[in-house]
């Protein structure tokens, strides 16, 4: 005598509950993982940090009376930014790989995909914002020392800070993407990976 | 080969447990009589795993019944499918072929949220690796299936306190797990399987990475919280001292059951051997 091999209806008598998505429980968890990762966490800002300054000293740069010394320097400084933008979609993706044991051990816990994907992604959107925002005001005030200390008052007059809001907007923006966008794909794959899989990964 | 059905085991089931054991009232169910004693039921479990080009039976068509309360230990060589039984029961994997029950209700049917319910609240599991989340304190890993369970975070950490206190880490709340050693990261796990008072523990080979003295220490702990909570363990296992605390022992081999035994009775097969 066996039992059928049918899937049976849901008995009426027990009520299986759901879990359902907590916002502030992922925002916590997001804000706990860059607290417990305090040295990871502040590489990072930095690194986000110098791909937001090199941006926006790059586009408040003086129109220089010589265009090949000005390109030059546009080169330069567009090479850089290229580099600290590779080092952060690395970070992010490092971070994240590193992690899929926990996040299979978290499933096992009751996690959800939307959980383990939306506090990755929300952790990402904070570095990027804090690191673009330190950027933005590391890169501003350089423009700023290195203009005044080579013209003087003069300064003021030949940086390009029209349109100062649009850029540093970029430049915020440039930074959210770098490490949202590093975070997407891991993320996406940790959140559907089945718990014993992503538990297997790191060991 | 000889495959033993479960429920001519359980049909017959007449322990010599106090009244109070909850695992007592589970003991006199018969088959197809298996309802609101029995926590697990599997029936036709077949689990294949593809690799490359061949095809791996993990699993070739388990029944088990569980009743409620019961400490079965599950043991066999390794690649007998212990660990893809512990899986597949916990919903962790989705078998191939064939159903698993928990408390009546046929995991396949269940959603995410659903299953994540059930994992948060149902079961609790125990690893052979420990699996502490590494940057978390002792604490912290233990409030966190509460919080995902939706306990406040006040309650949750009175609770998760108390629970450690329990396994015997009342000072060791704030440690993270490299400050700590195999045997208290163990309890750190097994207080965070109990945290939400489950009806289930899954414990894979739970005492593997231990000293023998520590392994024991953790076999009577987790007899110890199934007794006081009566809640049904599953424990696979190498070791041969879990077979003294069991209620039933099902030995695996090649993805089947190749043998299901009461305690009572291995005990008399020892000492037959005894006698030899």
């Known amino acids: 005598m066996k039992a059928p091999l049918e899937t049976h209806p849901k008995p009426e008598a027990w009520q299986i509950g759901r879990l359902r998505l907590r916002p502030r429980l992922v925002f916590a968890m997001a804000v706990n993982s860059l607290r417990l990762r305090i040295s990871r966490t502040l590489l990072t800002v ?19 009376a010589d265009p090949a010394e000005r390109e030059g320097w546009l080169l330069m400084l567009g090479l850089c930014l290229l580099v600290s933008m590779a080092g952060v979609l690395n970070t992010m993706l490092m971070s994240i790989t590193q992690r899929y044991r926990e996040i299979g051990t978290i499933k096992c816990l009751g996690a959800l995909d939307g959980f383990v994907l939306g506090s990755v992604m929300v952790e990402a959107a904070l570095l990027g914002l804090v690191g673009a925002g330190l950027g933005l005001l590391a890169g501003t005030l350089l423009a700023l020392g290195l203009g005044v200390a080579e013209f003087g008052g003069a300064a003021f007059a030949h940086l390009r800070f029209d349109g100062f809001a649009w850029k540093a907007g970029l430049a915020l923006l440039t930074g959210l993407l770098l490490t949202t966008l590093g975070a997407a794909l891991p993320a996406w794959i940790a959140s559907k990976m089945p718990p014993m899989e992503a538990m297997r990964g790191e060991k | 080969m000889d495959r033993f ?62 009743p409620t ?36 209700i046929d995991v396949a049917q269940l959603d995410a949220g659903e299953l994540a319910w059930l994992r948060c609240r149902k079961i609790g599991y ?78 894979d080979e739970p005492t593997a ?44 081999k090649d993805g089947r059951i190749d043998k299901l035994a009461r305690r009572e009775d291995v005990a008399i097969e020892v000492s037959h051997m005894a006698e030899k």
């Open chain 1, 46 to 64: 930095l690194t986000i940090a110098t791909a937001s300054a090199f941006l926006i000293f790059l586009l408040t740069l003086p129109a220089q």
């Open chain 2, 5 to 66: 059905e479960n429920a001519a085991d359980g049909g017959d089931a007449r322990r010599e447990m106090s009244p109070s054991d909850p695992a007592a009232s589970a003991a006199v169910f018969l088959e197809g009589d298996a309802r609101a004693d029995t926590t697990v039921m599997t029936r036709e479990v077949v689990m294949e795993y593809r690799m490359g080009m061949a095809v791996i039976r993990a699993l070739d068509g388990i029944d088990l019944t569980i």
């Open chain 2, 69 to 104: 309360g019961e400490y079965l230990s599950i043991m066999g060589p390794s690649g007998s499918g212990k660990t893809t039984l512990f899986n597949v029961i916990g919903g962790l994997a989705k078998p191939t072929a064939g159903s698993v029950f928990i408390d009546e």
């Open chain 2, 126 to 203: 125990i690893f052979q690796s420990y699996n502490i989340v590494k940057v978390m304190t002792a604490l912290e890993n233990v409030t966190l299936p509460m919080l995902f369970a939706g306990v406040p975070p006040d309650e949750a950490r009175d609770r998760g306190a108390d629970i450690l206190r329990r396994v015997g880490l009342a000072d060791r709340l704030l440690h993270t797990p490299r400050e700590l050693s195999g045997g208290q990261q163990q309890r750190v796990a097994i207080a965070r399987a109990f945290a939400n008072r489950p009806a289930i523990i899954l414990a």
């Open chain 2, 209 to 252: 990475n231990l000293d023998l003295r520590t392994g024991e220490e953790i076999i009577h702990l987790m007899k110890e919280m199934n007794r006081e909570q009566g809640v049904t363990v599953i424990c696979s296992t190498h070791d041969h001292k879990m077979l003294d605390i069991s209620d039933r022992i099902v030995w695996m």
